[in-house]
Every structure is written in C-alpha cells, then in structure tokens.
C-alpha cells in the first residue's frame, strides 16, 4: 500500500511536540505542521483518536448542558 499524506495541527502551546504513534509494534514518531507521509494504518490509528476526542467533547459539552 502507498503512504499517506498527512499534517498534524501545530501550536504554541498543547500541541508542539513530535507526536508518538505505535501500530503492531512498529514505532512512529510524527513532526506537528508539516506535511508528512505516513503508512495507511498509522493514519488510521490518528482518525480514530481524532474521532474518538471528538466524542469525548461532545460528551463533556452535553454533560456541561445538563447540569446547568
């Protein structure tokens, strides 16, 4: 399978740091801001941690609304 292009989000502050990933053993550590190219499977593994954030929030924000 041919790699993926992929750029992490950058700041200044949470998310600067080289972001560590590890798919069937197989460590990756991944620059933030730039574009790089990655296997299939690691890309796989960051929409799943993205999607999975994004849940996490939805799930604080209904809970936040719930209590007000």
Not at 17 to 35: A, H, P, Q, T
Not at 45 to 65: F, G, K, N, P, Y
């Amino acid at each position: 399978m041919e790699n993926v292009r992929i750029r992490l989000f950058k700041d200044n502050s949470r998310y600067k740091g080289d972001l560590f990933v590890s798919v069937n053993g197989v460590n990756y550590k991944i620059r933030r801001g730039v574009e790089v190219e990655v296997p299939p499977e690691v890309a796989e593994v960051l929409e799943h941690s993205q999607q999975q954030d994004e849940r996490t929030a939805a799930r604080i924000a209904a809970a936040e609304m719930s209590d007000t």
